[in-house]
């Protein structure tokens, strides 16, 4: 069965640095996503991406995230300069198309810890 | 703005026995999706079960059953004979721009 996958499983980085987070989503998806869930806390949603550019953001999503689909199966998240608060799980999620069931596929997370 | 908020934050059932989780939320659409996702101790998001809003029929998956009230706007989640595998945390979640997350019920299954 088709699923999405996230590298790397861990990231560690110190703060300042950049990351990019990467996923592979479900090869006829249209529609990507990026989640994080702060350890002990529900799941929050940061963007989604359709056709080549953000249709969604969040207030998290601020001028230090950016994502990119640089080819036909990569999303990539990229966060500039990492916070000691970016400490979290990132999940990517796919979707195949509005109006079909609707649900979002999530790959394992990538756990990003910034020292 | 849709919230999603979940009471429980924790549960705990005997082997074999049936456990409700509950969920609301607030929303002024009127179609929409909603789901159940279980968070084992991986973190992977699994989704469980996914209920429409415009069917009036509850979404049954095997031991999984939810109860959705539309006009109360709740969505309770029923697990029958609740294995160990069960135990996990539990996320009822709204399709709004993203999925709109409560903030989860941990599921302890006691053999």
């Known amino acids: 069965e088709p699923e999405v996958t996230q590298t790397p499983s861990h990231q560690v980085t110190q703060m300042g640095q950049e990351v990019i987070l990467r996923c592979v989503p479900i090869s006829n998806h249209l529609y990507f996503y990026w989640y994080r869930q702060i350890l002990g806390q529900k799941v929050e949603f940061l963007v989604s991406?359709?056709?080549?550019?953000?249709?969604?953001k969040s207030e998290i999503f601020d001028d230090q995230f950016s994502v990119e689909r640089p080819d036909g199966s990569n999303f990539t998240l990229k966060i500039r300069s990492t916070k000691l608060e970016d400490s979290a799980m990132y999940f990517c999620a796919s979707l195949e198309g509005r109006g079909s069931t609707d649900t979002q596929y999530f790959g394992p997370g990538t756990r990003l810890t910034v020292l | 703005a849709q919230t999603v908020t979940q009471s429980q934050p924790e549960m705990s059932v005997q082997e074999a026995e049936t456990v409700t989780l509950s969920c609301t939320y607030d929303?002024?659409?009127?179609?929409?999706?909603l789901f159940w996702y279980k968070q084992p101790p991986s973190r992977q998001m699994i989704l469980v079960i996914r209920?429409?809003?415009?069917?009036?029929q509850n979404a049954t998956e095997n031991r999984f059953s939810v109860n959705f009230q539309k006009a109360a706007k709740s969505f309770s989640l029923k697990i029958s004979d609740s294995q160990l595998g069960d135990a996990a945390m539990y996320f009822c979640?709204?399709?709004?721009?993203?999925?709109?997350f409560g903030q989860g019920t941990r599921l302890t299954i006691n053999p």
């Open positions: 209920q429409e809003a415009y069917k009036q």
């Open positions: 929303t002024s659409e009127s179609d929409y999706y």
């Open positions: 979640a709204y399709r709004g721009s993203g999925l709109v």
């Open positions: 991406f359709y056709n080549n550019e953000i249709s969604e």
